[in-house]
């Protein structure tokens, strides 16, 4: 199943969303007799990214390949989403060399080296009653990339249905270091190969908008 799913964007760094918690991956208990969700077409991750001193962006998608949200008493209680990393679109460079380029460029090990680790994937651990201004949840969950997992912590809207899930987070950064994302990561890196990673902010941002049918 494929699913236009994520936004990847450039911009200034003065603009990014506060990063979220982050801590080693937690365990991942399984919940007796709960019911399966799976996702629906209309599910969609955004990404953006972020140049730390210029303004300067790039937007596209990402697919999705499968998921499911596990629901017990009407609350979500789990799930995962596996997301296409092979699947990256990018829709703002309307030269076709130039944006098949950049695509190239972010599949490759300079960032998300899809060739090793074509998936990447998002697994509940917890999820928590919460009052906010647009949500009602606090999720915890444990996000792999390019094989490497930590948690997060991140506010949502949940709602379950007897017609199924609707799961939404508003936008929240982490930092693409903590696994691995790095740019011109390696020991024989230039100088001006390595000066480039810090031209790109360690925020990518993320946006769920994620639904699940009964």
Same mark, same amino acid.
């Given at each position: ?52 001193? +210029?303004?300067? %962006?790039? /937007? ?6 499968? *998921?499911?949200?596990?629901? =017990?008493? !009407? ?84 709602? +379950?249905?007897? %017609?199924? /899930? ?6 929240? *950064?982490?930092?693409?270091? =903590?696994? !691995? ?34």
């Amino acid at each position: 199943m494929f699913m236009a799913a994520s936004v990847l964007a450039v911009s200034c760094a003065g603009e990014k969303a506060e990063e979220v918690t982050t801590g080693e991956a937690q365990e991942v208990m399984e919940v007796a007799e709960a019911t399966s969700y799976s996702l629906a077409e209309e599910s969609s991750i955004s990404w953006r990214g972020f140049k730390s001193f +210029v303004s300067s %962006e790039h /937007v596209g998608y990402i697919g999705i390949q499968d *998921g499911s949200f596990d629901v =017990k008493d !009407g609350m979500v209680v789990g799930g995962t989403v596996t997301i296409d990393m092979n699947a990256i679109v990018n829709t703002d460079i309307e030269d076709e060399g130039k944006n098949g380029y950049l695509v190239g460029h972010l599949k490759s090990e300079d960032f998300f080296f899809v060739e090793s680790y074509p998936t990447a994937q998002f697994e509940i651990v917890e999820v928590k009653a919460a009052e906010g201004e647009m949500t009602n949840s606090t999720v915890v969950g444990n996000l792999t990339m390019r094989g490497v997992t930590n948690s997060i912590e991140f506010p949502a809207n949940i709602t +379950v249905t007897e %017609e199924g /899930v609707s799961f939404m987070a508003p936008t929240f *950064g982490i930092d693409r270091t =903590k696994w !691995g994302v790095k740019f011109h990561d390696r020991e024989d890196a230039s100088i001006a190969e390595s000066l480039k990673e810090d031209l790109i902010d360690h925020t990518i941002e993320l946006k769920f908008d994620v639904k699940a049918n009964a």
